[in-house]
T-cell receptor, first 113, second 110 residues
């Protein structure tokens, strides 16, 4: 089945450590996105990439980094510079064409203590 | 992207139609209305989208007013599995700047 895989589902880290969240898609989508969701809140855009080897900052990119070396993969690194990293992280993709609906993974819940 | 306004929560009896409203009074001519839902601790699921005509698929119907300033998502026969947060979004291209608000928490009552 085609879809988006995020791993792991739960991740625990100590404060001051960088951590990388995985996102893989087999939908042959050109565009990929990372969102952050805090309890009781909506989704906020961190980074997005419309094509391999290119990506843009979203609304809350500070403290995060990404890479897009392969079409299928868009890993997100949460760095120690991110002040409040504990959150639910969602990866999404779409074809990148006009009005192409987003498809989401099932998220990674990151807890930093 | 235009802002949307949704009620924070709604209840609906199982088996009845659930009608979820959304106001988007500042929508521009080329913006579509999208609906997604999110079941607890999962990623949002795409439901339906439309420009100005009413749309129907296997999950739901979307009714957009003639002036496009509001819309209603209809789940015709709600089940307990429809309990979720429902997001209404308007956007005009590629979703690259798509932002989700806090949506409507729909609870289906047995």
């Amino acid at each position: 089945d085609g879809g988006i895989t995020q791993s792991p589902k739960y991740l625990f880290r100590k404060e001051g450590q960088n951590v990388t969240l995985s996102c893989e898609q087999n939908l042959n989508h050109d565009a990929m996105y990372w969102y952050r969701q805090d309890p009781g809140q909506g989704l906020r855009l961190i980074y997005y990439s419309q094509i391999v080897n290119d990506f843009q900052k979203g609304d809350i990119a500070e403290g995060y980094s990404v890479s897009r070396e392969k079409k299928e993969s868009f890993p997100l690194t949460v760095t120690s510079a991110q002040k409040n990293p504990t959150a639910f992280y969602l990866c999404a993709s779409n074809s990148g064409r006009y009005n192409s609906p987003l498809h989401f993974g099932n998220g990674t819940r990151l807890t930093v203590t | 992207d235009a802002k949307t306004t949704q009620p924070p929560s709604m209840d609906c009896a199982e088996g009845r139609a659930a009608n979820l409203p959304c106001n988007h009074s500042t929508i521009s001519g080329n913006e579509y209305v999208y609906w997604y839902r999110q079941i607890h601790s999962q990623g949002p699921q795409y439901i339906i989208h439309g420009l100005k005509n009413n749309e129907t698929n296997e999950m739901a119907s979307l009714i957009i007013t003639e002036d496009r300033k509001s819309s209603t998502l209809i789940l015709p026969h709600a089940t307990l599995r429809d309990t979720a947060v429902y997001y209404c979004i308007v956007t005009n291209f590629g979703n690259e700047k798509l932002t989700f608000g806090t949506g409507t928490r729909l609870t289906i009552i047995p």
